[in-house]
């Protein structure tokens, strides 16, 4: 009998249970209460390159914890690729600032430079820009249009950890930098995010913000501000995992790159980039049909499930969901690179249980729908 394909999940040991458990039993009372989430905060931003960490409990409220804390607010811009998880847009509205979608590059998915500086107005404050899929866009062009147009460039690192972009690691670009731990994560707390810094006086306002405006170890509140603060449970499985990083990242590699070897000889397909000055984490492993096949991501994904196999859209664009006012003519009109690529883009299975049988199960059944098509796949 097959073994289920899962589409995602995490990889937790015997190294993972004992530090948790070590938590469950003593991280609770005095200087131990936070234990864990200082180890990681501290560890996991030094590994980062950066000079502090903010543990929160999760990713989207690590943005909105740095959207406020950079005072964005009412009336200003702020700049997101298109295609992404809504999460990295969602905290522009909690702020009730205006966001503004710019489309993505073809090769790498992420942010487009041009397309970013003609979204550019003398309202926007800030741009978010996501390393899709564990891609890397041109770091240095974006923060090279952010200096000179006085902009924040924020990096959302959430799908990268473990990538590089001429020799720096994911989440050391930009005024701040944001990292998810979901199940679904290289490394994960169940749910979890961390946000990191180099400019104290900003770490110094954000940790405020995060524990309800109250002084360090006091009752006196003077803001009313959020409730963001992590548990020392959810921080010692973040701990654990991230001192297996190395291990991880390698596993989400050999994921990717056994799904290329299956299809080297398959024209008109591709799959998360990885230029000679990137490194890839490879979060997830995506893969784009060519428009020769003459199909669309729904189609596959059918096909797909009709062989009890799983798999995911490639992100679809912002401006097409109901959330953000469904405006597809003028998405489309605005980001046609987005449009396109989405609409040709999967998901494949990237859970750590994954084997090389199941890789092989899910390229040949790909195959056979791409062979449908009229492609010698």
């Known amino acids: 009998m ?13 190294f993972e249970e004992k530090i948790v458990l070590d938590a469950l039993r003593n991280g609770w009372y005095g200087k131990d209460a936070y234990t864990y989430v200082e180890k990681f905060e501290t560890e996991f931003s030094a590994y980062h390159g950066r000079k502090f960490g903010l543990m929160t ?25 298109e295609c992404t998880w809504i999460a990295s ?7 009730r600032a205006i966001t503004v979608f710019a489309d993505i590059d073809p090769v790498n998915w992420c942010i487009d430079p041009k397309a970013l500086e003609a979204k550019i107005t003398k309202k926007t404050k800030a ?5 899709l899929y564990g891609n890397m866009p041109d770091m240095d062009v974006l923060q090279e249009i952010c200096d000179r147009h006085g902009i924040y460039l924020i990096e959302d690192a959430a799908e ?31 749910e979890g995010g961390m946000l990191l810094l180099d400019d104290e006086k900003l770490y110094q306002r954000c940790k405020f913000l995060r524990d309800h405006g109250r002084a360090p170890g006091t009752y006196f509140n003077t803001e009313v501000t959020f409730k963001y603060m992590p548990s020392n449970l959810a921080a010692s499985l973040g701990y654990a995992q991230f001192l297996r990083i190395d291990e991880l990242v390698n596993k989400k590699r050999w994921i990717w790159q056994e799904f290329k070897n299956h299809f080297k000889d398959v024209p008109d397909v591709s799959f998360n980039p990885e230029p000679e000055n990137v490194f890839n984490g490879v979060w997830c492993t995506a893969m784009v049909f060519g428009k020769s096949y003459g199909i669309t991501k729904d189609y596959v994904m059918q096909e797909l499930t009709k062989a009890d196999l799983p798999s995911r859209p490639f992100f679809y664009p ?9 405006n597809v003519e003028t998405g489309r ?22 084997d090389s049988d199941q890789i092989e199960i899910m390229s040949n059944a790909i195959k056979k729908i791409l062979n449908s098509c009229g492609k010698n796949a």
């Open 127 to 131: 741009v978010i820009v996501v390393d």
């Open 57 to 81: 409990p999760n990713c989207t409220t690590a943005i909105h914890l740095l959207l406020a804390g950079l005072n964005i607010k009412d009336g200003d811009e702020v700049i997101v690729p």
């Open 2 to 14: 097959q073994k289920e394909i899962h589409m995602a999940g995490p990889w937790v040991t015997e």
């Open 160 to 190: 990268s950890l473990g990538s590089k972009f001429n020799g720096i690691r994911a989440g050391k670009f930009g005024v701040g930098s944001v990292f998810s731990f979901h199940r679904t994560k290289t490394i994960t707390t169940g």
């Open 318 to 326: 912002l401006t097409l969901l109901p959330a953000f006012g469904a």
């Open 89 to 95: 847009a969602a905290p522009i509205t909690y702020q």
């Open 333 to 354: 009109k605005s980001s046609p690179v987005a449009y396109d690529i989405s609409e040709r883009g999967i998901n494949l299975p990237c859970a750590f249980t994954v």
